[in-house]
């Protein structure tokens, strides 16, 4: 089974920038669907984004344009470009895999989480 590291969190100002890496075990990495939510306290995971093997790419309406979502098949990693931060980006970030080549935009539709990496935006 899969499984998935996540890097890169850490305490940013507003407008700045941060990338996250998720890097995954196993052979089989390129089929996946890759998923990235965030989690709030006391609130539910939400979509952030994600990229199908195709490396096309979809977005929440809260991070378009600012967030960019990418993948290194050759190092089993994809990536999570977040500029120009606000306040209510601050968030657990995860990444999730999906098996096969459809969307998923909800919490339901992936199968194998990491553990996840703290990102603070600060004013």
């Known amino acids: 089974q899969v499984q998935l590291v996540e890097s890169g969190g850490g305490l940013v100002q507003a407008g700045g920038s941060l990338r996250l890496s998720c890097a995954a075990s196993?052979?089989?990495?390129?089929?996946?669907?890759m998923g990235w939510f965030r989690q709030l306290p006391g609130k539910e995971r939400e979509f952030v984004g994600a990229?199908?093997?195709?490396?096309?790419?979809a977005y929440a309406d809260s991070v378009k344009g600012r967030f960019t979502i990418s993948r290194d098949n050759a190092k089993n990693t994809v990536y999570l470009q977040m500029n120009s931060l606000k306040l209510e980006d601050t968030a657990v970030y995860y990444c999730?895999?999906?098996?096969?080549?459809?969307?998923?935009?909800?919490?339901?539709?992936?199968?194998?989480w990491g553990q996840g990496t703290q990102v603070t935006v600060s004013s």
């Open positions: 999730a895999t999906r098996d096969g080549w459809r969307w998923g935009f909800q919490e339901y539709d992936y199968d194998t």
């Open positions: 196993g052979p089989t990495f390129a089929r996946y669907t």
């Open positions: 990229v199908r093997w195709t490396e096309d790419s």
